[in-house]
């Protein structure tokens, strides 16, 4: 992990950045030798790159890929990054992103909202690709700094699609997905409606697929229990129209 750098812009290994390209490894490299790529090295030598100088500096300019290819796979690409480094959320942002959108068809969204909703909800932990693996992937509680790390993800994820122009539109949704209808969330305190509503609907399908998920510090919680904890938190954690909604959804699906 590279230390005293901006934070709010991601820093990709030369395999990630290949990754998210689709390109291979010896293709970017030769993008840095030439000069085309900008790079970092940390003081072991290795190449580090920003999001944002691969969005301005690639023979292919990233806003050109993003525009000109089916968005869906830039975004597969970006989660890639995420779980292969976060080994115990495989399949996270899509079940995030099925559960976002059932909510969304409930509630009369429009095709662009369904649509932003759909790729805000995918890339809504794209900041942790600047986040320690140690860290992502600890087997015990995190400590008090530890916390205070993680809870700077959804800044430095505004930051990494604030660099790419076509999905600049999302950057608030992602910033916004911890804050709390009672405003205690982070990273900005904001209450109720004055939380953009892609963001409370997110807030409460990430909060059930966390709750349901084998985690290296504890198991899953059975189902019913999840629901429980999700009424319990409606009107403090959650949007309790949203909860009311997701659990019929949710019900519904388990039969």
Known sequence: MIQNF?????????????????????????YIYSGKL???KTPGGH?????SDLSASVGINLQEFVLNKPVLEVISGLINVIE???AFNQGHAESVARSSLDVAEELQFSDSQKKDLQLAALLHDI????IEERI????????GEEFSTIKKHPEMGEG????????????LIIRQHHERFDGEGYPDS??????QKEARIIAVAEAFDVMTQQKPYRKAIPQEAAFAELKRGANTQFDPEIVEIFLKLQKKRSG
């Open 160 to 171: 990494i699609v604030q660099s790419i122009a076509p999905l600049k539109r999302l950057s």
């Open 38 to 40: 900008k790079s970092v």
């Open 84 to 86: 292969r480094r976060e």
């Open 127 to 130: 900041g942790k690709v600047n």
């Open 47 to 51: 190449h580090r790159i920003r999001m």
């Open 190 to 195: 904001l209450p109720g409606r004055d939380i």
């Open 136 to 143: 992502l992937n600890k087997s015990t509680s995190l400590t």
């Open 6 to 30: 901006d934070r709010k812009d991601a820093f990709l290994t030369v395999k990630q950045a290949a990754s998210v390209l689709n390109l291979s490894v010896p293709t970017i490299k030769n």
